[in-house]
Antibody
């Protein structure tokens, strides 16, 4: 049974870089799936941030692309998110998730982490 | 970018009633790659439907999805107490993978 667990600081200062990690257990991150990040501002809807394949291939939401960097560590079975130059608008619950690729029915998230709340404030 | 609109914003129903939720896309969704998620307070979203009509693993058959092109529907045939939640649609065919704003199903 695949499980995902986000971790990282709950408080980040404006203009700094938000860094989160998602540890995957019960499933190899090197399998034929993609791994992504989604966020949800307080009381609002969901926003896809970006996704990464175990090869390191990435694709990002164009609205965040200039500030997002994702990486994968297959030896630790985990992947990470960095979001630079954060503002209060980046305050949200950040989820990591797994999704298949284009050859397997498209990019729907079939497994999610529990989410981690990140607040941007000085 | 495909923009998704969901209606109604809130649906007030009683247990046992039928719920019909709508998701409309600003342009045709390729291969009907439209998913539905359920989210309860304090929890992560849970995948219900993908490919417009395929139920995810473990999802009860009272949940069904239909539609094509730009108009999609999630139907809950008979609401159980645990079904009162927020429901989001998402197109999953091409980047960026956008979500709708959600429909809240609450108890009447």
């Amino acid at each position: 049974q695949v499980q995902l667990q986000e971790s990282g600081p709950g408080l980040v200062k404006p203009s700094e870089t938000l860094s989160l990690t998602c540890a995957v257990s019960g499933f190899s991150i090197s399998s034929d799936y993609y791994w992504g990040w989604i966020r949800q501002p307080p009381g609002k809807g969901l926003e896809w941030i970006g996704s990464i394949y175990h090869s390191g291939s990435t694709y990002y939401n164009p609205s965040l692309k200039s500030r997002v960097t994702m990486s994968v560590d297959t030896s630790k079975n985990q992947f990470s998110l960095k979001l630079s130059s954060v503002t209060a608008a980046d305050t949200a619950v950040y989820y990591c998730g797994r999704h298949p690729g284009a050859g397997y029915g498209g990019y729907y998230f079939d497994n999610w982490g529990q989410g981690t709340r990140v607040t941007v404030s000085s | 970018e495909i923009v998704l609109t969901q209606s109604p914003g809130t649906l007030s129903l009683s247990p046992g009633e039928r719920a019909t939720l709508s998701c409309r896309a600003s342009q045709s969704v390729s291969s009907n790659y439209l998913a539905w998620y359920q989210q309860k307070p304090g929890q992560a979203p849970r995948l219900l439907i993908y490919g417009a009509s395929s139920r995810a693993t473990g999802i009860p058959d009272r949940f069904s999805g239909s539609g094509s092109g730009t108009d999609f529907t999630l139907t809950i045939s008979r609401l159980e107490p645990e079904d009162f939640a927020v429901y989001y649609c998402q197109h999953h065919g091409s980047s960026p993978f956008t979500f709708g704003p959600g429909t809240k199903v609450d108890i009447k």
